[in-house]
């Protein structure tokens, strides 16, 4: 089986589906989209997830939608629709830019096609689709760049006593499952398990929404990469653990925003696998696609971090298992906490850029020049930025 989150059939008519991720590790489901409303919930509900995919998922959705749409001639009619849509999905939710990034080159698109001789309703449609069709494929392109410049960096930067193989840390859900295929960070240890490089790949639960127990963990054993899972509060133990046959090169985590600056935000738990990083001389890098560099945000201080339900954290769901077997048809959801206690939900944290030593994006690893201060302008060079 492929692992695919995001399924797309081009048209007319086009279809969308999607994974319903809170449904795996156990049962694979695929949910039609049929507009941008259903890409919305989908994106809010978390049945999709990962920077990238939300991106994608909320520009094909629109696409999907538009196009069994009877759109009318007026250009700017369906200019104002489509725009009004874009700022409608961008609410769904708020810390990864890839998605404010993704509708704000859409809003772009439809604007040259509506200021060009002769447009309609449907040459804007066809301007879209095509756009939000490219943005597709463009991920799994860049996501195999960034697992080739990652792994080429983490051999390359490897202890000397670290041996041909090396072994890494990862957080959070970032492969094919986050992404249009292959993946950002899982990206990277895909790369150095194809080069036979990889000694053993360390994925975190990463609590309290599971993406890399139930995700990450999934989508391993389905490379048949040499993994194990470890619960967040291990990274650091698992550090300390000096046996060469063990001992860890590199922590490689994903991004859903990273400022001006190099500071970083990602799933909650990043800051703290930096923190232990540097504690043990351990490199740390973040796995992203320009897509995620969001250079209108100096610092991370203006990176707004999403609160979800308190729900997240004090219940379990998964399907019966009575201590010999699991029964998939019965899905039961488990309390772990104690009623009435306040909780806390952020679903990201900040990492700054101090704690980061290397950016890996498709045309490259960046790192800080020796004043300690990342230049990400420079990948833009040449490229449309404003
Ligand atoms: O809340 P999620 O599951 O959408 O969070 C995902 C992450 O934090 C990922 O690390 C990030 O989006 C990068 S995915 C390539």
């Known amino acids: ?13 086009s279809q969308l589906q999607i994974l319903d991720q809170l449904k795996l590790p156990h049962t694979e489901v695929y949910d039609d989209i049929y507009s941008s409303s259903d890409a919305w919930r989908a994106i809010k509900e978390m049945r999709t997830r990962g920077a990238p995919a939300i991106a994608i998922v909320a520009a094909l959705g629109l696409a999907v939608e538009l196009n069994k749409m009877e759109l009318s001639d007026s250009a700017p009619e369906a200019e104002i629709f489509i725009k009004q849509r874009l700022d409608y999905l961008v609410t769904s939710r708020p810390t990864a830019v890839n998605l404010a990034d993704a509708a704000r080159k859409l809003r772009k698109i439809v604007e040259k096609a509506a200021a060009a001789q002769g447009a309609t309703g449907d040459s804007l449609r066809q301007a879209y689709t095509k756009a939000s069709e490219k943005m597709l494929v463009d991920d799994v392109s860049d996501n195999k760049a960034i697992g080739q410049y990652g792994a080429e960096w983490i051999l390359k930067n490897r202890a000397t006593s670290a041996g041909e193989t090396v072994s890494v840390i990862t957080h959070c859900n970032t492969g094919s499952l986050a992404t249009a295929g292959y993946g950002t960070a899982l990206g990277v240890i895909r790369s150095l398990h194809a080069r036979k490089s990889l000694k053993h790949a360390f994925c975190t639960e990463t609590r309290p929404y599971n993406q890399g127990s139930r995700l990450t963990a999934f989508e391993l054993v389905h490379d048949q990469i040499p993994a ?100 998939l048809n019965v899905v039961e959801t488990v309390s772990i906490a104690a009623s009435g206690i306040g909780i806390w939900n952020p679903a990201f944290d900040v990492t700054p850029a101090e704690l980061i030593d290397g950016i890996i994006t498709e045309v490259g690893v960046v790192e800080k020049d020796s004043n300690g201060v990342f230049h990400l302008d420079k990948i833009f060079d040449g490229l449309d930025v404003e």
Do not use: W
């Open 228 to 327: 194990t899972l470890i619960t967040d509060s291990m990274a650091a133990a698992l550090l300390r653990i000096k046996s060469s046959s063990e001992s860890i090169s590199a922590i490689v985590v994903g991004a859903d925003r990273v400022a001006a600056n190099g500071d970083t935000a990602n799933k909650i738990g990043t800051y703290s696998l930096a923190i232990i990083a540097k504690y043990h001389g351990i490199k740390f890098l973040v796995a992203a696609p320009r897509t995620t560099i969001d250079l209108e945000t100096k610092s991370g201080e203006q990176i707004i971090i999403e609160e979800r339900p308190g729900r997240e954290v004090t219940l379990v769901k998964g399907p019966r298992h009575d201590g010999v077997s699991l029964d």
């Open 1 to 13: 089986m492929v692992l695919e989150a995001i399924r797309y059939t081009p048209g007319p008519p």
